[in-house]
Each structure stands twice: as structure tokens, then as C-alpha cells.
């Protein structure tokens, strides 16, 4: 069975790697060896590529079964087109498998990296992305058929998170840093981190749950506290006046208090209120970086080309064959309302002897 698909470049030619998974032992007998194999092969095409696979494996590979698809960055720089066209036209593959991208190694070297406690590191990244949504609450998961539908649809740009191996010899693991930003048919750039969580943002439920760690005055110093967003919606409006493009963005969010380390109360109403305004600065913060690295790379990824087409059809169609430069230009206007609702268990700071 095929757990994930690779597609990458060697030379001239394309290059197909798969991890496979290996027959599990019988009860009784101990799990000693492999639980999985990974096979490449080159050829000027992936389907070429695939079938000369077949030439050395006793078994037909299931590449239905498939749940992930990791793209090596030299492929996704050089053309989409490249991986688009078996994407799109083989019965074999699944539109929502999920797709990431692999940054610093080749996709045979991220199915060759060990992620315990799960077999196959193909299933443990859908599990990273998943699990990470509602704790760390960053990257975004994406499809096949997602990207498919930005990569053809006008006024809006894909993306893929990144993911790289951290460590060397038995300490390696997979990680996430940062996602890749397309424009056409191209990898053009890269959000960080920080950018990323500011795209979620914009994207109402895109994410879970995510920590800011904030700073206010207390006692004569700057107290560090973590604040949990648990809800948010986002509203994006255009407001065209002649020349004049302002997208409008307001963030309607809440959240908890989960850490701090002021020992003095912070229930009183006026502290509260400077909890609510630091950790929407945060938030708008990180929404203008992201949209200040997508103009720069002039990739709306961020989706207003789509938002005024809807809202200004008329408009779009005289704005669309110069969008990316025009997007490039266009002013934002970022506001984010806070509100912090709980403090789980304890409602006061710890008291000492």
C-alpha cells in the first residue's frame, strides 16, 4: 500500500518517490524489521516514472491509498505545471490528499526520517498539521483540489506549508517552517512563522486555537503573559474611490488567560482591558506582516482580488489583467477587537506565605 507520493526533479527528468507500507509480522512473531520501504525512479514523465516502479516491485502499488503528497522546492520553483497535469488527470490520485513541501531535503529523505510513535512518517505529517491547529495554532492544512482550484481561479494565489528535518543522525525529526507562497505557475517566496499565523487570521476558522505572549506594565516592570485566541471571526471589505483601493479588516476574537508571571491581580477591570488591547496589537501585528510579504512577493494570496470581484464585478474586470501590481499598491486597515473571557481554574494570582 502507498502511503505517500513524492514528487520531485533529477536533471532533466521528474523524479517519483513513494513510501510504502511493508506486510506487518504474524502473531506471534516479533516485529523486528522495516514497517516501510521507499522506492524512487526517474523519467521524463511521473507516469513513466511509476510504471518503471512497477519494473522492480513484486507487488502492484495501491497509489490510491495515498493520503499525502510531499513536492520538493526545487520542483515547485521551477514549474506547477510540472506536477499539475498527472495531479489533475490521474484517476490514481485523490483530490483531497493533503500537500506540503518539502524545504532542504528531497521528499524520498522526508519518508525516510522516522517520526515515532507513528509507522510512516507520511501519515504522521497529515497528524502534525492536524494537531498543531489546535495547540500551536499556526500553519493551515491544504488540499490537492484547494490548490488546484487557486492555481486556475483569478484573483487569489495557492500556498503549501513547508516542512523540513531538524537534526542529524538519529535525532532527526520533521517540523514545520514557514509556507510557500506561489504566483502562477511558480514557488516565489516563503511566509515565516509569524506571517503564516497572520494568514490564518484572515482566513475565519482556519486555525483552533493559538497562544500570543504578550507584555503589559505591572510593579514597575513588563510582566509576560500568554493569551489564548479560542474564537475569532474575520470581515474583509473593499472601499473603492476611483484610484483608490482600502481593503477594510476587522477581527472579531476571543480568548483566555492561560499564563502569567505577575504576582499581583489581574482582574481588575482596567488590566483586563490593557490584556485585550496588547493582544489585539499582537494579532494586527502579525495580519500586516502577512500582508505586507504577499505584496512584496506581489501574490495575492490573501484573496482580495476575489473579494472585489464579488463585491465590484465591473471594477475586477478592468483591475484583473494588472492585479498583481495593483495589489502590490493597495492600502489595509487593520482593526482586531479582543475580548478575554476566561481564566480557567484560578481566577486570582497565586498567593504565597
Not at 26 to 37: I, N
Not at 87 to 114: H, M, Q, W, Y
Not at 343 to 348: A, I, M, R, T, V
Amino acid at each position: 500500500m502507498v502511503i505517500a507520493h513524492g514528487w520531485d526533479l533529477e536533471g532533466q527528468n521528474t523524479l517519483l518517490s513513494a513510501q510504502l507500507a511493508l506486510t506487518p509480522p504474524r502473531e506471534g512473531q516479533l516485529d523486528t524489521g522495516p514497517r516501510f520501504l521507499v522506492v524512487s525512479s526517474a523519467a521524463a514523465t511521473f507516469v513513466e516514472a511509476g510504471r518503471r516502479l512497477s519494473l522492480s516491485l513484486p507487488r502492484r502499488p495501491l497509489w490510491s491509498m495515498a493520503d499525502t503528497i510531499v513536492i520538493s522546492e526545487e520542483l515547485a520553483r521551477k514549474d506547477s505545471y510540472l506536477f499539475i497535469d498527472t495531479a489533475t488527470r490521474n484517476p490514481r490520485i485523490r483530490f483531497n490528499v493533503s500537500l506540503f513541501l518539502s524545504k532542504g531535503a528531497s521528499p524520498e529523505d522526508i519518508f525516510n526520517t522516522e517520526v515515532p510513535p507513528e509507522n510512516y512518517s507520511g501519515t504522521a505529517l497529515e497528524k502534525l498539521i492536524e494537531n498543531q491547529s489546535g495547540q500551536a495554532g499556526i500553519y493551515m492544512p491544504v488540499s490537492l483540489k484547494e490548490f488546484l482550484y487557486k492555481s486556475s481561479a483569478p484573483g487569489i494565489e495557492p500556498i503549501i506549508p513547508q516542512i523540513i528535518i531538524e537534526g542529524q543522525g538519529a535525532e532527526r525529526k520533521l517540523t514545520f517552517q514557514g509556507t510557500a507562497v506561489f504566483k502562477g505557475r511558480k514557488m516565489i517566496g516563503s511566509l515565516d512563522e509569524r506571517e503564516t499565523r497572520g494568514l490564518a487570521l484572515l482566513n475565519t476558522g482556519a486555525i483552533k486555537r493559538t497562544i500570543f505572549n504578550i507584555r503589559i506594565p505591572s510593579g514597575g516592570r513588563e510582566g509576560e503573559i500568554a493569551l489564548e485566541l479560542t474564537d475569532y471571526q474575520t470581515r474583509v471589505k473593499p472601499v473603492i474611490n476611483g484610484d483608490s483601493i482600502i481593503m477594510e479588516i476587522v477581527i472579531d476574537a476571543e480568548g483566555n488567560l492561560v499564563e502569567h508571571n505577575i504576582a499581583s491581580e489581574l482582574g481588575a477591570p482596567e488590566t483586563v482591558r490593557k490584556m485585550e488591547l496588547a493582544a489585539g496589537q499582537a494579532m494586527v501585528q502579525e495580519v500586516q506582516r502577512c500582508i505586507n510579504q504577499s505584496q512584496y512577493l506581489e501574490s495575492d494570496i490573501l484573496g482580495w482580488g476575489q473579494i472585489i470581484s464579488r463585491s465590484y464585478p465591473e471594477t475586477w474586470l478592468q483591475l484583473e489583467s494588472r492585479w498583481p501590481t495593483i495589489f502590490a499598491g493597495i492600502k489595509s486597515d487593520v482593526k482586531v477587537n479582543y475580548e478575554l473571557k476566561h481564566s480557567y481554574l484560578q481566577k486570582k494570582a497565586f498567593l504565597f506565605k
